[in-house]
């Protein structure tokens, strides 16, 4: 069966209100469905207590967007994945081009937190996806095999079972503009066929997440590409209605 993951990226979005909100609607709407894959949301840090509390026994996970990869210490403002463990965080997304363009991160310092993560038994969403400058110089490959080389170095076999690799072009990020299809299968199915070559035979297994304006209207048709494996979800995770319609595409396409 195809493997999905569905994962939501609420941003710097909600407050302990509406988050404790969202999650009793989720959870209400969920609590009976015997859903085939996993569902994630990743809301802001200070919201991520109330959110496991209420979905603790739930169908839904909860991650986190970010992470620090050193243990403790002088870090002031940073978030150790040992807190985040702690708290009963089970993913976290490293290297969303929001944090690789406004911070400043790098593929060593991505590297290094998804590092940290697999250590301690976190799962690592490493997100790669070129400019629109980069696709239109012919330079998309060159960019998402240049994240490959350099964000994912140094992983175990063990560790690959764990990793998920989002792709998310930078274009379609925020813009309502989506890939088309054939964009999102043909960057897909290069990627899979990248890390086979590279790191083995764990890449058919390798979850690969579509991101970039994925909404309750072509989810369905995303998802059911064959080398897609799930959605990184902004804007439409923030509103139950939408967040809902996207797992209900992911099951229609299991159920199928
Ligand atoms: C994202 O934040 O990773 C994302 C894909 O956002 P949106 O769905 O809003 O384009």
């Not at 930078?170 to 086979?196: D, L, S």
Request: net charge negative; with cysteine.
């Amino acid at each position: 069966m195809k493997k999905i993951l569905i994962a939501g990226n609420w941003k710097m979005n909600t407050n302990v209100e509406s988050s404790t909100e969202f999650c009793l609607n989720v959870l209400e709407i969920t609590k009976n469905m015997d859903l085939k894959f996993t569902v994630l949301i990743c809301p802001p840090f200070v919201n991520l207590g109330n959110c496991i509390s209420i979905l603790k026994d739930s169908n839904v996970t909860v991650g986190a967007q970010n992470c620090w990869y050193e243990e403790k210490g002088a870090f002031t403002g940073e978030i150790s994945v040992d807190m985040l463990k702690s708290v009963g965080c089970t993913y976290c997304i490293v290297g969303h081009s929001e944090r690789r363009t406004i911070f400043g991160e790098s593929d060593e310092i991505i590297n290094k937190k998804a590092k940290a993560l697999l250590k301690s038994g976190l799962k690592p969403i490493i997100c790669i996806g070129e400019t629109l400058e980069e696709r239109n110089s012919g330079n998309t490959y060159k960019v998402l095999f240049h994240q490959l080389d350099n964000s994912f170095v140094g992983f175990s076999e063990e560790d690959w079972k764990n990793v998920v690799i989002a792709y998310e072009p930078v274009w379609a990020i925020g813009t309502g503009v989506t890939a088309t299809p054939e964009q999102a299968q043909e960057a897909h199915h290069n990627i899979r066929k990248y890390v086979a070559e590279k790191y083995g035979d764990i890449a058919s297994q390798s979850l690969i997440l579509y991101g970039g304006s994925m909404n309750e209207k072509n989810a369905l048709e995303l998802l059911n590409l064959d080398d897609v494996n799930g959605g990184l979800i902004g804007g439409a995770s923030l509103k139950v209605d939408s967040f809902v319609s996207i797992i209900n595409s992911a099951e229609q396409i299991l159920n199928s």
